[in-house]
């Protein structure tokens, strides 16, 4: 079946402009992640869902950041007033549940200029 | 505390070699799971393994095997007859309800 997708693939903003990045997991998979990847670094983790309980917030880096995602499945994330410290690439990932291997998407580049 | 640490930053050999990816780990659980995941220079991640916390037999896969250790809380990854199209950053992960990550160790294979 279909791996999870992302987009947009690329993205340019202004600073102070908000973004919106797109997440579909892979259908059935309950478990859904958001990270950050910046250029040469290892993944920051920034949020997770699983299936209909809340989700852990703790990486979110501040409250410009939030997420959320619709019907157990789409995943959106959401950077308020853009700073130029978010360039990155974000990633989403999902499992079948907490535990097991997460598959990645192909990442969304965020260019705050 | 739960960490993970790849001390190996970077790590350079010539095609045909064997070469060896530390992995060193902490946690004060007892149920974990251990993952490596390959990320090659196209950017995307590719999951290569997990393995749980009670099982701590080793793995093969083709050229590709891993050692588990709790005893010194290691899980190394090992390429035997490196190619080039291994060339890629590598992360060793550990969850037990986030995945916590290492920092990655680039691996560069020279033909």
């Known amino acids: 079946g279909a791996g999870v997708s992302q987009s947009p693939s690329n993205k340019v903003t202004e600073k102070g402009k908000d973004v919106e990045l797109r997440c579909d997991p892979i259908?059935?998979?309950?478990?859904l992640y958001w990270y950050r990847q910046s250029l040469g670094q290892g993944l920051e983790f920034l949020i997770y869902f699983q299936g209909n309980s809340a989700p852990d917030k703790s990486g979110l880096p501040s409250d410009r950041f939030s997420a959320e995602r619709t019907g157990g499945s789409v995943s959106t994330l959401t950077i308020q007033r853009t700073q130029q410290e978010d360039s990155a690439v974000y990633l989403c990932?999902?499992?079948?549940?907490?535990?097991?291997?997460?598959?990645f998407g192909p990442g969304t580049r965020l260019t705050v200029l | 505390a739960q960490k993970v640490t790849q001390a190996q930053t970077e790590i350079s050999v010539v095609e045909k070699e064997d070469v060896t990816l530390d992995c060193v780990y902490e946690?004060?659980?007892?149920?974990?799971?251990l993952f490596w995941y390959k990320q090659p220079p196209s950017g995307e991640l590719v999951f290569l393994i997990r393995r749980n916390s009670f099982d701590e037999q080793n793995e093969i896969s083709g050229r590709y095997s891993w050692n588990f250790q709790k005893s010194t809380s290691s899980f190394n990854f090992t390429i035997t007859a490196s190619q080039v199209v291994d060339s890629a950053v590598y992360f060793c992960?550990?969850?037990?309800?986030?995945?916590?990550w290492g920092a990655g160790t680039k691996l560069i294979i020279k033909p």
């Open positions: 946690t004060r659980d007892t149920t974990y799971y």
């Open positions: 990932a999902s499992s079948l549940e907490g535990w097991h291997e997460q598959f």
């Open positions: 992960a550990l969850n037990n309800y986030q995945l916590i």
């Open positions: 259908s059935g998979h309950t478990a």
